[in-house]
């Protein structure tokens, strides 16, 4: 049974991140309203290679946000066994690209007790019969067991419908969505179409748009994110099951057999306009099928569904920020790179925060307020902050 309470929270953005905080807050026994300018998942979260790991060298605070995100995930996959279409655990390969090694990660890897096993290239057939071991690094790959990938529109179908069983009310379509601050304090928030609605607090977890909507009301935080685009093929016959990082191409596979494919070289392709559209050039898109194919077992021919581009969210230092903005009584705020890993933690830290008035230790190290001066009002759209050493 839930106890309601008089809070109202309002959630702007139906990504993974703002659908898993709405959902947290109403199983809770707040008032949820949760507002998006376009429908849910259709930013970031609809073209995200979603690949759920710890992998990499990381700071400790967050490589143990991400192993309990992972653990949150493998949680739902039991509460919800009919998950198992959109969320595996099929374990992910990675390997470097000749020239380099992926050695040292390895060795930091194990050193930190994660799941990682070195296997040579004769090996790799074996152990992963969706991958051309002909492509794999001389030296080898690292194999991940405990890794897997989520479709993150499915699962923010799901978390919805939890929401709005629990009370949730969804406002699509609600255009350029503005928090309404009053006297230092948030109020509530402004629709596109002018429409008021106050509320007791505000989260903002609209994605790479979170730093220009927070300078709007006066308040920075450090910025890389980039435009990035990925390619969803049709659907490739054998199915693959393994998530691929590799020197040319990332490959995550979908529930109905299609493939996520992207890359940091074919990224920076992307040509961006004054007014804001991006333009992804036809022989990136021709380069991430090509080089799919080439690490892919019978080296199938890969066809374009669909490219998806957009703001990519990553925060200046590269990790998350996450929690109450200092500056404005009242408002949150969730802002990340790896939003499918921590989507459904972050989800519930910060609703607890909402709920109770307790910051969660476990997000000491991803407050605004690690970078100088940052979250402090000052004069809008003027100015940029640095990390603090950490």
Known sequence: MIVRNSLHVVVIGAGILGTSTAAQLARGGARVTLVTAGKPAD?????????????????????????????????????????????????????????????????????????????????????TPDVDASTVA???????????????????????????????????DAGDVRVDVQEGAAVGVI????????????????????????????????????AAFVVITEPVDPRVRTVLNTPRVAVRPMPDGR?????????????????????????????????GSRVLAGNPTLRAHRVGAGLKPIPGDGEPV????????????????????????????????????????VLDAFRLSRFDDAGEVGEVGIGAWAPVSR
């Open 191 to 226: 629709l596109g179409d002018g429409t008021r609605i106050a509320a007791d607090r505000v989260v903002l977890a609209t994605g790479g748009h979170v730093p220009a909507q927070l300078a709007a009301l006066g308040v920075t935080v450090p910025d890389a994110t980039p």
């Open 43 to 127: 930013g970031a979260s609809g073209r995200s290679i979603a690949w759920l790991n710890s992998s990499g060298a990381r700071s400790p605070e967050y490589r143990y946000l991400r192993l309990i995100g992972i653990d949150r995930y493998r949680t739902w996959s039991v509460r919800h066994p009919e998950s198992s279409a959109y969320l595996r655990f099929d374990g992910a390969l990675k390997w470097a690209d000749e020239g380099e090694s992926f050695a040292p990660t390895f060795a930091y890897e194990r050193a930190a007790g994660y799941d990682s096993v070195w296997v040579d290239s004769a090996e790799v057939a074996a152990l």
């Open 259 to 291: 493939l996520v494919l992207d890359a940091d070289w074919a990224e920076k392709s992307i040509v961006a306009a004054d007014d804001g559209s991006l333009t992804v050039p036809d022989s990136s898109v021709q380069g991430l099928l090509d080089e």
């Open 322 to 361: 996450v929690g109450a903005v200092p500056a404005i009584d009242g408002l949150y705020l969730l802002f990340t790179h790896s939003g499918a890993t921590l989507g459904l933690i972050l989800g519930e830290l910060l609703a607890e925060e909402v709920l109770t008035g307790r910051p969660s230790p």
């Open 138 to 172: 001389s030296e080898g790959a690292i194999f991940n067991a405990g890794e897997g990938w989520v479709n993150l529109p499915d699962l923010v179908t799901a978390l919805l419908a939890e929401a709005v069983a629990d009370g949730a009310e969804l406002i699509e």
